[in-house]
């Protein structure tokens, strides 16, 4: 209901209290009804408080109780306005406030689309707006509030927050107002920078949603959070998030080879089995899973078939090739955005969104989008995604341009451009098999319990910011990856994007940085680079951070930094735990970087021996905090393991992890004074572990179950380095003797 209805100042009648059990926890149920005395629908706010929990969530029903057809803009389920007395209020100094915006990025200030915001500082007069969650977080009182819709499976949602200190809540302070729209009609802007403005799209007053007599919807939930920690409050919504949308995905992290990021469109079948070749020949062992086709191998968007010059022998038969090196084929599909050069726009124009003149709606230049609340477009989806999928056998897929497909007026005006979108993946993910691995470009939250990866931000580029194609690089994508991390293994495997390390775009400490910042994420690791044209050192840079652990570290200083500087991962395996610490310089002047055990959650009282992944050394013992510099554009990556009273393994050179993807059984036994374990070798490949060894204890043995290894020791470590003939565990074991001295 349009904010200026009478039913907005209207008396609710009645309250209806009932209690509750449902995917969030039992609690209590209460429903406010509003029916005015003038002839109005029915509107029902639904406020939930759970047992236990410091959330709680708000819905908006509305019923249609005329005799006619209902149009429908927007519904609020929640508006906290200072001229009505409310205000979200914690101090009254307002410059110790943090904002965290997590949803959609914005290319220009009047539009967001799709992914990731940023850090905000707060001023006098400060608005934004996102469509998935704000959070107020206030260091001074530690205390703060998340607000965030759990689904999007309704509509199109948005978050509003602003603060003006003229503008006083009922405490006589300032404070935040706070707005959750569900937007049901209107129409979605062209993504940004793309074409000028007036080229966008207008909204069409007789495109509204409607709603038919006697008839009822639901908004999506809104959860409100309050939290004493901000991290634990993100997590907590992602994990909701994850339980409304009954969220299950393939456990599996893609780890593979994308085409994009330097070969672009310019590909061909030649230079994609030369490609293929390199990562069979040299990554499987690695946990290289995937091998993924971008744009570029089609005749045109919306002619979704090979193009026979540049794939003479098909799409099926390359994804048979990929196959039998052992790998899975990936394939790009942007299924909603068409050609105006494609036979289906020339044949079918009736089936793209239409402006508000009722022509094909240019959504950037050339290209239009596909209507998907039409059932002949539904029909043409289910056939293609059966054919790639069925037919060609592909089981990865990357999609992109989805907003097309609401980026003007739709057909169908009892489906809003929300559903419409998440109909469309359904209908792809239902198409392509549980068993296939669908990924999405965006909208975030829109894919939330149908797809298993989601792209998190920006196109990543070779170059540390500032490309010339939307002044991009891999700076944009650690943000993405920061604001958006409490996401992963919750709702889906984040995807910060692809891992491009090449010379001379990037230096060796900006490739390190980036590959460590992946890595700590957790999440999938497409290689993008022409493997032909790297160097050896550059590989060995991806070998390292191969294959995904799978969890998220995370990013301590999210809320002071706009790029976050410390990232914590907690290492767990069945015979050990550790901590691996990732902390980055984004910027370009030397950093001195402070990390406090306890903010790791560690007893600052402890003696931690602390080993330098990339650099292999061992820094020493360090009690309460460890001091870091760092050049410009690097990072520095450390395993912390509390120091034991024997010897005991601290790092490796063969995964960032320092042995949660390359160690197993590791095991000290005090009588013998041994110490054993397995440690995973790449066949002509050189492999180090390294042991702290006390000045009580002295190594009197070595043994490997490998042909060729060496033992070194400098100080209280010992290196052992073994070279693997073929790939597999290697059991090793180091017997020392104990010194009473």
């Not at 209207?10 to 209590?28: F, T």
Request: glycine share 8%; hydrophobic share 35%.
């Amino acid at each position: 209901t349009p904010s200026n209805s009478s039913a907005a100042s209207d008396v609710y009648k009645r309250q209806n209290m009932n209690r509750i059990s449902d995917d969030l926890g039992k609690g209590m149920e209460v429903k406010f009804i509003c029916k005015s005395e003038v002839n109005l629908p029915v509107l029902i706010t639904v406020i939930t408080l759970y047992e236990n929990k410091s959330f709680i969530t708000i819905r908006a029903e509305l019923i249609n109780t005329l005799r006619c057809e209902l149009k429908i803009a927007d519904i609020y389920p929640l508006r906290v306005s200072s001229d009505q007395g409310g205000g979200v209020y914690f101090s009254d100094k307002i410059n110790t406030y943090q904002v965290l915006i997590s949803g959609p990025y914005s290319l220009s200030k009047k539009y967001c689309l799709v992914s990731p915001g940023a850090l905000k500082n707060i001023e006098e007069g400060w608005s934004t707006e996102c469509s998935m969650m704000n959070s107020i977080w206030n260091p001074t009182v530690k205390a703060g509030m998340l607000a965030g819709f759990l689904s999007s499976c309704q509509s199109l949602n948005r978050i509003y927050l602003s603060y003006n200190y003229r503008k006083k809540a009922s405490s006589g302070k300032g404070s935040f107002e706070l707005s959750a729209r569900c937007q049901y009609s209107g129409l979605t802007p062209s993504p940004p920078n793309w074409l000028e403005e007036s080229r966008r799209t207008t909204e069409d007053q007789n495109n509204k949603f409607r709603l038919s007599p006697s008839s009822q919807i639901y908004t999506d939930t809104v959860m409100i959070h309050f939290t004493s920690h901000p991290l634990d409050s993100l997590e907590e919504y992602g994990s909701n998030c994850a339980l409304i949308n009954e969220v299950k995905f393939l456990q599996q992290i893609p780890g593979g080879w994308c085409s994009w990021y330097e070969l672009g469109s310019n590909i061909n079948e030649e230079i994609i089995l030369k490609n293929l070749d390199y990562v069979a020949q040299n990554l499987l062992p690695y946990g290289v899973i995937y091998f993924q086709i971008d744009d570029g191998w089609q005749i045109c968007n919306g002619d979704w078939i090979p193009h026979p010059k540049k794939f003479p022998r098909g799409m099926k038969w390359l994804a048979d090739r990929i196959h039998s090196q052992g790998l899975k084929a990936g394939i790009w599909v942007a299924p909603l955005r068409v050609n105006k050069s494609s036979s289906l726009f020339r044949e079918h124009p009736d089936w793209l969104v239409k402006n508000s003149s009722g022509e094909p709606q240019e959504v950037t230049k050339g290209s239009f989008g596909l209507d998907c609340t039409l059932p002949q477009v539904q029909d043409w989806l289910r056939q293609l995604f059966t054919t790639l999928s069925k037919e060609w056998g592909y089981d990865y897929f990357k999609i992109d341009f989805l907003t097309y497909g609401i980026a003007g007026n739709n057909f169908n005006t009892k489906i809003t451009k929300g559903r419409a979108l998440y109909l469309a993946l359904k209908i792809i993910k239902e198409s392509i098999g549980k068993d296939k691995f669908l990924n999405s470009t965006g909208p975030i939250s829109t894919g939330i319990g149908i797809v298993e990866g989601s792209r998190l931000g920006y196109d990543v580029y070779a170059c540390w910011e500032g490309a010339a194609y939307w002044g991009m690089g891999i700076k944009p994508c650690v943000r993405a990856a920061a604001i958006n991390y409490y996401l992963h293994n919750r709702v889906f495997k984040n995807d910060p994007d692809c891992l491009v390390i090449r010379s001379p775009e990037l230096n060796l400490d900006q490739a390190k940085a980036w590959a460590s910042l992946i890595a700590l994420s957790g999440g999938i690791i497409l290689l993008s680079d022409d493997l032909t044209k790297l160097t050896p050192e550059r590989v060995e840079i991806a070998t390292k951070v191969l294959p995904s652990y799978g969890k998220s570290a995370r990013p301590l200083d999210l809320f002071e930094y706009e790029y976050p500087k410390i990232w914590h991962l907690s290492v767990k395996k069945s015979f050990s735990s550790w901590d691996v610490l990732g902390v980055f310089n984004w910027g370009y002047a030397r950093d001195n970087i402070e990390v406090s055990f306890e903010d790791l959650g560690l007893d600052p009282k402890q003696n931690f021996l602390i080993y330098d992944f990339w650099s292999e050394r061992f820094l020493g013992k360090f009690t309460e905090k460890i001091l870091l510099s760092l050049i410009p554009t690097s990072c520095r990556v450390l395993a912390i393991h509390k120091e034991e009273l024997h010897p005991q393994v601290i790092g490796t050179d063969t995964h960032i992890t320092c042995g949660g993807v390359d160690l197993e059984d590791v095991q000290w036994n005090n009588t013998t004074r041994r110490l054993s374990g397995k440690l995973k070798g790449i066949a002509k490949r050189s492999s180090s572990l390294y042991i702290f060894d006390p000045n009580n204890y002295q190594l009197i043995s070595v043994g490997v179950n490998s042909r060729i290894y060496s033992v070194s020791k400098t100080e209280n470590l010992v290196k052992l380095t073994f070279d693997c003939e073929a790939d597999g565990w290697v059991e090793w074991e180091l017997v020392f003797l104990f010194n009473n001295a």
